[in-house]
């Protein structure tokens, strides 16, 4: 039987309380104990990005941190990126610019987009080229990601105006 | 509608050649796409494979009496356990579970059950095996050796001598006298005629590698049976209705009773195009567990399990006149078939023609042996065996054109192809842009000029040296009549408020048919494209397809919907005539209402047009139906025939920079020009060709599946290297409208057409730059420095068949 | 099933040092390592889990005297985002620059990469070459005792230092660096970042009237463990920095160096490397 532990921490903005296994990590609790599933498993070892998620204000890969370390923290999933100006600007942009196809790397991609235009308002193609260098895609070759990133920064700043 | 609020004429206007977004990437972006792995049945056990600790043994003892006892395991399996087991795959040599021998590091020796993950996991490491080892065969040129252990040894009877079963029987049951799989044999027109007239001659050998598509998604499967014993699968196959009569084979059941679900598929790439141990492990699971049963494989297994690009060793001898005429081509290939027999073996089908049809060469022979190791399997994927010959044609396209000293493109110019050509493999060039790819590729990319600069520039000081190559490619583009039908089927059905659905029997994989047979049916009929619900994933509710493969959805099931559009345009305009008392050729379809054609007066709304013809004495719904089968022949026994009903090109042109004190190549830009008969969803077909060039990009550069003594020595993305958002080049996409007579409004595939020249490109574009020409790929910074820097032999393989 | 025992999260030092000798303890931060390496199997987890992520000593980059102090737990991103390591070891942040990826930098933490003891470290390169000291603490008699050594000896073969399962480290200090100091990182890679170096550089020292001193050569992915180059040290100290010095230097690297053939490179083409990217290097410095 595997040690468990309750964590209490604020997921997408609501408070939540969960037991999880001590090995387990977050994107194990994610997917399979809170059933958010829009967070995948590509790797299991960090070198895809699908698992991105959002704590404290950073993007990290969900499959290497270990889901107790949650507790206390602030954790922010694809599913929370919505109703948000921002958030709908970015994904209008995806959608606009044919940044999807399988879109199975789209929600680790969209995380991590929203957090490097949260914190980079101005990017061009190169900075989302470096910024997004941690996600791995097979389909689209990237070009397009990259021109709905750099779309989405534009309208944001129009907005900000 | 109010008569007032009707317009006073509806314009033409055409969804044709539009940037259409994909229908489904607004869920897709929102994190709601439910993937195989997202999915859970109530009640489902989870499932896990053992698989093999050696690459060649003989099984002896297999104990799972520990795993069997662990509390939430349900069921075990061995081949033991189910004494009728069939083979599968292409040559059905493989039994989903090995009984007496593994031959190779994926084999699957026992499976699991269990209410977790972690519980199937724990079982597995509970179960004993005893194996005792035999050679390892782990390279095709040693496999041929006459005195080479066998991989599929023929059975022993009671005197210890081999048992001959009769023709018929299974090779995993009957086994083979030799390790020669498969053999495939070609030819037009005289090689040694050929020869003789030509001024040049060339002879090289090509060494292709092992690479493997990485799907983001992982392969999965869930499998139920119903009360009734009727069983669903919840597959991402590419091939629906294939898989569901080679199922009902191997369970013996009815083919009626197995229902097909398709979930959204996290890429596909060809790799789902055959059945798997582990998909019919799962059914057995299901079917003795009475429980739902998933299965899903971590990413190492995803390494480990899948099938691979084909590899190829190969020696190509062409030569030409000094007029700059090609003369003849003759190919020898060895194929690593493996332990065993997927689609990388039939390779040689989609090989064959580009050696005989890419550019005119009047002779031609082409053979391939493909030969059984302790190596992973090949499958197909995206290009199936193009890359391959691609990258060994273009680049004697290069060399002869030195050779007599002509320009590289000028002699491209003369050889290739214009439309009416049949070439010597029987291949009819109907609608051909070949010439204005090559022109337009050039021409953007101001090939000629930088070629030119970038040799002069080659003893200049400084590390960095700049290339420019050149490469074509052709590949079917209407489909491949491989199967006995290459056709598709659309049910159409327009309801009350004009909202249309499209059932197709197209399968959806990532590449956005979905959106593009929307498109043409809206096309016909004047409606936005927000009127359609496509439904495509299920095959108790879709006409029948053969699969996604060969790049023929646009076109097969393109032209399916097309049709089955027209005729319900028929109906309606029939009905729209009778009520306005005109000549039907009077109206037509615009805007979501039926229109005088010549002046755009609109009648009536379609809705209310629908709920008249549905609320009438006559009640009647528009329900339609169209199987399209394309024109295209059955090749005869010698290979030749026009396989399929539309053929496509691209050229591309490649820029690199060489370090030279490292080896590492950077690409800088592609600029491609692509003969697509017509453009249909502009951002559909950019996507595919940018995803197209980047993973031409890793076949050329950076993906190397490393296979030691027959284990694979980098099973993770950490030393699999994908190409990465900050390593692609800048891409350059121009389209070549042919207008293809029998394409959808002119339209041909182009699935795989953009992975397919990239490398070829590539190997002459380092030529350029540093003078060195590369046979083998990846081309590795370790690669290239060792080329450039005198420490690399030159491999040469002597042309061999068997007798 | 997994032995963890017990799972603990402390808030404070002291706390993490009594549950260390207390028990048989793996310790977590980023879990960067420490995730993938428990389910590869490659780490065995002890009875304790012990979370120090929310231990306050061990965060934050200070000024201390002469020397800049760097908490174990400051993640790769807030290195490259200090202001005081923007200020005085600039060759940190173009470190960090080609370590992984934006989330893994947001989550490795410069305790767990030293702890690691990777022979391919990015971060530990340029540490060597700035003269870091590992800093460790323990308290094995219920009183605090710190002690320092200097990195390169820390290092003790791949994935071994010379930490005592009683002790965390609990930081590095920086001595702050001379007047015309020079510090350059190399990474060998056809990516900016998320590979694991083929071999990697670092060079620092001072340099006045076009010769060096204090010179400082490190490499990584060509030892057990990242490594200082005593030899190719040698031939720069003191001498001005010209054609002769830079060949005999890369030609001496190439000539220290015994790397290993692996999935990742050949020993032959790392030593070519080795020796091509020192005199490049050294030319950039040369020409800067």
């Avoid at chain 1, 950073?58 to 206390?72: E, Q, R, W």
């Avoid at chain 2, 899948?306 to 190829?312: F, K, Y």
């Avoid at chain 2, 890793?698 to 599946?705: D, F, K, Q, R, V």
């Avoid at chain 3, 003269?131 to 073969?157: C, H, S």
């Amino acid at each position: 039987m595997s040690l468990k532990h309750d964590i209490a921490f604020t997921l997408n903005g609501v408070q939540r309380k969960v037991t999880v296994e001590v090995g387990m990590s977050a994107l194990a609790m994610l997917r399979d104990v809170i059933g958010l599933t829009g967070t995948k498993y590509g790797c299991g070892e960090g070198e895809c990005g699908a698992c991105t998620i959002i704590v404290d204000g950073a993007t990290l890969n969900s499959c290497l941190m270990f889901a107790v370390d949650c507790d206390g923290r602030r954790v922010t999933t694809i599913e929370g990126l919505t109703g948000d100006a921002r958030a709908d600007a970015l994904r209008d942009a995806f959608v606009a610019h044919g940044a999807v196809q399988c879109g199975f790397c789209t929600p680790g991609l969209m995380v991590q987009a929203s957090h490097l235009l949260a914190h980079h308002p101005e990017v061009d193609a190169a900075a989302v080229k470096r910024g997004i260098e941690g996600n791995l895609c097979r389909c689209t070759g990237y070009k397009k990601i990259v021109e709905a990133i750099v779309s989405a920064s534009h309208v944001e700043q129009g907005a900000a105006r | 509608m109010k008569v007032a609020d009707r317009p006073a004429a509806i314009a033409p206007d055409t969804l044709i050649g539009k940037r259409i977004p994909k229908m489904d990437a607004p869920e897709k972006a929102s994190g709601k796409t439910r993937y195989i792995h997202d999915i859970n049945l109530p009640g489902q056990l989870h499932a896990k494979i053992l698989r093999s600790a050696r690459v060649h043994a003989r099984i002896v003892r297999i104990d799972t009496s520990a795993a069997r006892r662990l509390p939430g395991v349900h069921v075990v399996l061995t081949a033991a356990d189910l004494p009728d087991q069939r083979p599968i795959g292409v040559a059905k040599d493989h039994l989903p579970l090995k009984r007496d021998r593994v031959r190779s590091q994926r084999d699957e020796i026992a499976a699991v059950a269990a209410d977790s993950e972690e519980i199937a996991e724990q079982a597995l490491r509970l179960i004993k095996v005893d194996y005792e080892d035999l050679p390892v065969v782990s390279n095709a040129l040693d496999a041929i050796k006459p005195d080479a252990v066998l991989i599929h040894p023929e059975p022993h009877g009671a005197d210890g001598s081999h048992l001959h079963l009769k023709p018929g029987v299974p090779i995993a049951f009957a086994g083979k006298k030799d390790n020669i799989a498969m053999r495939f044999d070609y030819a037009h027109g005289d090689v040694v005629q050929g020869e003789s007239q030509s001024d040049v001659v060339i002879e090289d050998t090509f060494k292709l590698h092992y690479v493997t598509h990485c799907c983001m998604g992982v392969s999965g499967v869930i499998a139920d049976f119903d009360a009734s014993g009727n069983l669903l699968m919840y597959s991402n196959t590419q091939v629906p209705f294939l898989h569901k009569r080679e199922f009902a084979e191997y369970l013996n059941m009815d083919p009626a009773r197995i229902r097909i679900v398709q979930p959204p598929i996290g890429g596909g790439f060809g790799s789902k195009l055959d059945i798997y141990p582990f998909e019919v492990i799962c059914v057995f699971l299901a079917r003795a567990a009475r429980r739902p049963v998933k299965l899903v494989f971590s990413r190492e297994e995803e390494f480990l399990a899948s099938p691979t690009r084909q590899p190829v060793l190969l020696t190509l001898r062409s030569g030409c006149r000094r007029d700059g005429t090609l003369t003849f081509r003759q190919v020898h290939t060895l194929h690593d078939n493996g332990a065993y027999t997927s689609w990388g073996a039939t390779t040689p089908f989609v090989m064959m023609q580009t050696f005989s049809s890419l550019y005119r060469v009047p002779h031609c022979e082409y053979h391939t042996t493909a030969v059984y190791t302790n190596n992973p399997y090949a499958g197909s994927f995206r290009g199936y065996g193009n890359l391959q010959a691609t990258f060994a044609v273009e680049a004697h396209m290069d060399k002869l054109a030195e050779a007599i000293g002509m320009d590289p493109l000028e002699f491209r110019l003369k050889n290739a192809q214009v439309p009416g050509e049949v070439t010597g493999q029987g291949m009819s060039f109907k609608s051909c842009g070949f010439q204005d790819c090559l022109k337009t590729a050039a021409a953007r990319s101001d090939y000629q000029r930088k070629r030119r600069e970038c040799v002069a520039a080659r003893d200049k000081s400084g590390p960095i040296k700049r290339g420019i190559g050149i490469a074509s490619m052709l590949h079917v583009g209407g489909g491949a009549k491989i199967y006995p039908s290459d056709g598709c089927g659309t049910i159409l059905k327009i309801d009350d408020f004009a909202h249309v659905t499209l059932i197709t029997g197209a399968s959806e994989i990532g590449q956005g048919s979905e959106t593009v047979l929307s498109q043409l049916v809206c096309e016909e009929l004047g409606l936005p494209i927000s009127s359609v619900t496509v439904v495509n994933n299920d095959t108790d509710i879709t006409p029948w397809d053969v699969g996604v493969h060969a790049s023929r959805t646009t076109f097969i099931a393109g032209n399916s919907a097309i049709g089955a559009a027209k005729k319900a345009k028929a109906k309606i305009l029939a009905a729209a005539a009778k009520k306005f008392e005109c000549a039907e050729g009077d109206l037509t379809l615009r805007g979501g209402h039926i229109v005088r054609a010549a002046s755009g007066e609109p009648l009536i709304d379609l809705a209310r047009l629908m709920r008249s013809l549905h609320f009438s004495d006559k009640a009647e719904l528009v329900m339609t139906t169209f199987y399209y089968e394309p024109p295209s022949q059955h090749q005869d026994k010698g290979f030749k025939g026009d396989v399929s009903a539309a053929y496509a090109w691209a050229t591309q042109v490649v820029e690199v920079e060489v370090d030279t004190d490292t080896g590492i190549v950077k690409m800088t830009r592609v600029t491609g020009a692509h003969d697509v008969g017509r453009v249909l969803n502009r951002l559909g077909i950019e996507g595919q060709i940018e995803g197209g060039v980047v993973m031409g990009q890793g076949y050329a550069l950076t993906e190397n599946l490393m296979i030691e003594e027959g284990r694979m020595r980098n099973p993770s993305f950490r030393d699999y290297k994908l190409v990465t958002a900050p390593e692609i080049p800048e891409i350059d996409v121009s389209f070549i409208e042919s207008m293809d007579g029998e394409g959808p409004q002119g339209a041909k595939g182009v699935g795989e057409a953009p992975a397919i020249c990239i490398a070829a490109a590539t190997a002459n574009a380092i030529e350029n730059a540093t003078g060195v020409r590369i046979y083998e790929l990846p081309f590795t910074p370790e690669k290239v420095y060792r080329a450039l820097h005198g420490s690399a032999e030159k491999l040469y393989w002597k042309p061999w068949k068997p007798e | 099933m997994n032995p963890i025992e017990q799972y603990v999260a402390p808030t404070s030092l002291t706390q993490a040092l009594e549950c260390l000798r207390l028990s048989e303890v793996t310790v977590l931060a980023g879990g960067t390592d420490v995730m993938p390496q428990s389910q590869s199997g490659r780490l065995k987890f002890k009875p304790t889990l012990m979370n120090i992520q929310r231990v306050s000593e061990l965060k934050g980059i200070t000024r201390d005297g002469n020397a800049i102090r760097m908490g174990a737990l400051a993640t790769v991103t807030e290195i490259m985002h200090d202001a005081l390591v923007q200020e005085f070891f600039p060759v940190l942040v173009e470190a960090g620059d080609h370590f992984a990826s934006d989330q893994i930098r947001n989550a490795a933490t410069l305790g767990g990469n030293i702890n690691n003891a990777s022979p391919a470290g990015d971060m530990l390169i340029p540490l060597l070459v700035l003269d870091a000291d590992a800093e460790l603490a323990a308290k094995p008699n219920g009183e605090m005792l710190v002690r320092r050594m200097p990195l390169a000896n820390f290092f003790v073969g791949p994935g071994k230092t010379q930490r005592m399962p009683s002790e965390l480290l609990t930081g590095v200090r920086l001595p702050l660096p001379p007047a015309n100091h020079f510090a350059r990182f190399f990474k060998f890679g056809a990516r900016p970042a998320l590979d694991i170096s083929a071999i990697s550089i670092g060079i620092a020292g001072a340099r006045r009237d076009g010769v060096l001193t204090q010179v400082r050569v490190a490499f990584g992915a060509v030892a057990p463990t990242p490594v200082r180059a005593s030899r190719t040290e040698a031939a720069l100290e003191g001498r001005p920095l010209d054609r002769a010095t830079i060949d005999a230097a890369a030609q001496a690297a190439y000539d220290e160096v015994k790397p290993i053939d692996d999935v990742r490179a050949s020993a032959w083409y790392r030593r070519e490397l080795i020796r091509n990217m020192t005199r490049r290097m050294l030319d950039h410095v040369a020409q800067a």
